[in-house]
């Protein structure tokens, strides 16, 4: 089937019905595998399919210099019946400095696809930093869903990927102006408390952003840096470690956090200190 999906995503999706009148089984073909319990009338495409209608649009919507290079990495779950495909094009980059540090970012486009009935079909588009790799989704937005069904529509998806070099570089400007927007008078600690609610979160989030400004400068984008540190690692680099269970898989987790940063970009605190 399709190269660049990984082999254990790549399968066909069947249904049997279970003793209870208004459930069906999802079940992984090829190997047998229960995945999940569905209502009756649930339906969906393969990844395979789905993942093949998302690439053929980037291709045939990009240019092949914006495409050359792009590198996929991907995350799975729940009996691989949760799938994400993370992308990042390279060659769609600009700088980001501030008077203490400098880096580049790079186009980046998210595609979120379910068989087991836990998420509808998403396409993110967002940036990659390349001096600390931490993922940067741009916020609440700037998302395409579909309800998860076998006929998924894609065309919002063709429009907003024609926009996204253009949203990209306006991105791109808005964390250029976030690098010079100095921070040093403000109580980053207070501020975390009320976008947060959570002052052991806070606390942590505080720490990161010290470390952050120490490489990048008391400003907005070393804050934002803490937001996106926070939703790219889970380990002891940040002290957000998480426990991998069955139903709270790091794949998963670190997906939510990406969606809790952009609500806390969103945020009336956040949106007062960009303007201030």
């Given amino acids: 089937m399709l ?4 082999e254990n995503l790549d399968f066909e999706v069947g249904f049997e019905p279970t003793k209870v009148d ?6 992984n073909r090829d190997t047998g595998e229960y995945i999940a319990v569905v209502g009756k009338d649930f339906t969906c495409a393969s990844h395979g399919e789905f993942y093949n209608k998302v690439m053929h649009e980037v291709t045939e919507n990009l240019s092949e210099r914006e495409t050359e290079g792009a590198e996929i990495s991907w995350r799975d779950a729940h009996k691989n019946g949760w799938a994400m495909m993370d992308m990042r094009l390279p060659n769609v980059k600009q700088r980001i400095a501030s008077p203490k540090h400098e880096t580049e970012v790079s ?13 509808s079909n998403l396409v993110f588009f967002g940036a990659i930093d390349f001096f600390c790799t ?5 916020g609440d937005h700037d998302k395409v869903r579909r309800k998860n069904t076998s006929g998924f529509t894609i065309e919002n998806f063709i429009w907003k990927l024609k926009q996204s070099r253009e949203d990209f570089y306006a991105q791109a400007d808005r964390l250029q102006k976030w690098a010079q927007t100095d921070i040093a008078t403000v109580d980053v600690k207070a501020l975390l408390d009320k976008i947060m609610k959570s002052e052991t979160k806070s606390e942590k989030m505080y720490s990161l952003y010290s470390q952050e400004a ?20 889970a380990d002891e680099r940040n002290g957000f470690n998480l426990r991998n269970t069955g139903h709270d898989t790091n ?26």
């Fill in 3 to 6: 190269d660049f999906i990984p």
């Fill in 22 to 27: 208004d459930k069906k089984y999802v079940i």
């Fill in 107 to 119: 186009q980046r486009i998210i595609a979120l696809h379910g068989v087991n009935g836990t998420c």
């Fill in 134 to 138: 931490n993922g940067m989704i741009r």
């Fill in 214 to 233: 120490g490489v990048r400068g008391r400003n907005v984008w070393a804050l934002y840096s803490a937001f996106t540190n926070y939703a790219t690692y």
């Fill in 251 to 276: 794949a998963v987790t670190m997906f939510n956090r990406e969606q809790e940063v952009s609500k806390w970009i969103d945020t009336p605190e956040f949106n007062q200190l960009i303007a201030a």
